[in-house]
RNA sequence: GUGACCGUAGCUCAGUCGGUAGAGCUCUGGAUUGUGGCUCCAGCGGUCGUGGGUUCGAUCCCCAUCGGUCACCCCA
């Protein structure tokens, strides 16, 4: 019989890495709060034409890279690769973008058929911000500005660069393109072959090929600024003036396009070299057009996505987890004879319910006291608990310090858990 | 889709110029009948990725295949 395992690409968290998880997760949640923004929860399926009308048909994610599938209605449905178009499409269809703005943010798995490598699954995880419904660079500036809060609460905003670019509207941006592909267009023996085969299908991707080559040939060609009009050189002044205001600094990329058909104006990445080749953490942008692209009313909006993965990678790879993570207890109960082991489960009820935000896990399973003591300190436990036959027989427990070097106490049961409480509080 | 490298114990790896394998960590027990971390001893644990070929004999050599990793491409 064939060994069953997980698909290629899509990975399992286990018990030793949900709590990075839910550390990361738990640090989002809390700075999304403070700026006011709210959670939405969509499907991980969408009929296909959201994506393909929403991103972009002739975009790699729409060509090659999605799962897509008839049910058994034969409808074409699609995994979602990315968050952006399925939350436009709920705020539309539940009447959300009706003349007012919204704030909203969400977190889940993406799916794009790719190879996997360093950075890049199968299935990854996304947290999205978007916001709908303001025209002004004031809330790009603050969704940037909250990016960069979020790497200093992750302690990562030394390896962290900012790249940001305006691709203007999309007259502006079809009169650059024009342009830019007459000048490649009379130097095509030079390009690479991608290159070459986007000049016709999408010649702005051509300006972050990473080909030495391509790139020097770039170096003389018509810049994406100089062809800016007059409202997006506002808008993107706007931008960086508050930027400045923040202390937040950026560097104006030209070449920063980015590989969704619905960005204009503002676009920017969130780049790290710390990761190898996959080196984007966060990215985002402005895309105006899209809610009315797909079936809405126009409506501004803005938002960016970060790579899960790819932080909890960079906050590994710089050293910035705190260590208690691995730490599944705060308090362990060992037991010794028969009549303890009948009085342990209340008693631990008991506690749990006097000290309700401490970790108390009682041992299971048998074994002898050393072993159980053992396992009190791999849990990473401040204090176990030790009830043998002395400490039942006066309703008592015995208290050992595992981390510091406080003598150990018998408490009546009555007096543990108020016992736990000051001193945990006082290592924590 | 293309390329390079790699598959030996749960994990990290050694090894056999071809004679069916070993260490460290983990786990269990003991040295220390009720006291963890350090040390020492013992034990548990392997179709050497899979299939075929060469050979008296293959974990080792050859071919294929599957899987993993990294890179191209693309993006979070």
Redesign the pocket.
């Known amino acids: 019989m064939a060994?069953i395992?997980g698909i290629?690409?899509m990975n399992d968290v286990l018990p030793g890495d949900s709590a990075r998880w839910q550390y990361l997760e738990n640090i989002v949640r809390h700075l999304l709060a403070q700026y006011g923004y709210q959670e939405v929860r969509t499907p991980v399926v969408e009929q296909t034409p959201v994506f393909t009308r929403g991103i972009g048909e002739v975009?790699?994610?729409v060509e090659k890279?999605m799962y897509t599938f008839e049910d058994r209605s034969g409808d074409s449905l699609s995994l979602r690769p990315?968050g952006t178009a399925g939350c436009v499409r709920a705020m539309i269809e539940n009447g959300l973008l009706h003349n007012q703005t919204q704030k909203v943010w969400y977190q889940g798995s993406m799916f794009?058929y790719?190879?996997?490598?360093?950075?890049?699954?199968r299935q990854?995880n996304?947290i999205g911000v978007e916001t709908f419904g303001l025209t002004g660079p004031d809330i790009d500036a603050e969704l940037i500005v909250l990016t960069a809060r979020l790497w200093k609460a992750l302690g990562i905003d030394h390896a962290v660069t900012l790249q940001l670019n305006s691709l203007g509207t999309s007259e502006a941006r079809a009169n650059y393109k024009a342009a830019l592909v007459d000048y490649l267009n009379s130097r095509k023996d030079q390009l690479d072959e991608?290159s070459q085969r986007?000049l016709s299908t999408n010649p702005m991707?051509i300006l972050?090929?990473?080909?030495p080559q391509t790139q020097a040939l770039l170096s003389e060609a018509p810049s994406l600024l100089d062809w800016l009009d007059e409202e997006s050189k506002e808008h993107f002044a706007g931008l960086t003036s508050r930027l400045d205001a923040c202390g937040v600094s950026y560097e104006v990329n030209p070449r920063l396009v980015?590989?969704?058909d619905y960005y204009g104006k503002t676009a920017f990445?969130w780049v790290t070299d710390a990761l190898?080749?996959?080196?984007?953490?966060?990215?985002g942008g402005r895309y105006d057009g899209l809610v009315e692209q797909l079936g809405g009313k126009s409506t501004p909006a803005v938002g960016f996505?970060?790579?899960v993965?790819?932080l909890l990678l960079l906050i590994e790879a710089l050293n910035q987890f705190p260590e208690d993570l691995t730490s599944t207890a705060d308090v362990y109960i060992a037991v010794?004879g028969e009549k303890a082991e009948q009085v342990v489960m209340p008693w631990a009820e008991r506690l749990r319910t006097d000290a309700p935000n401490l970790r108390i896990v009682a041992h299971n399973g048998g074994?002898?006291?050393?072993?159980q003591?053992?396992?009190?300190?791999?849990s990473g436990a401040h204090f176990?608990l030790?009830i043998?036959?002395?400490?039942v027989a006066n309703e008592q427990v015995?208290v050992?310090d595992?981390?510091g070097d406080a003598e150990?106490v018998s408490l009546p049961l009555a007096d543990v858990a108020n016992h736990l409480i000051t001193k945990i509080d006082g290592v924590n």
């Open positions: 060994k395992t290629r690409g975009t790699d994610i890279e990315e794009r790719e190879r996997p490598q360093k950075g890049r699954y990854f996304q991608d986007r991707r972050d090929s990473k080909n980015r590989g969704l990445e190898g080749a996959q080196g984007t953490v966060c990215g996505a970060m790579g993965e790819r010794m074994g002898g006291f050393k072993a003591m053992k396992k009190a300190d791999k176990a030790i043998g036959d002395d400490e015995a050992k595992l981390r150990q």
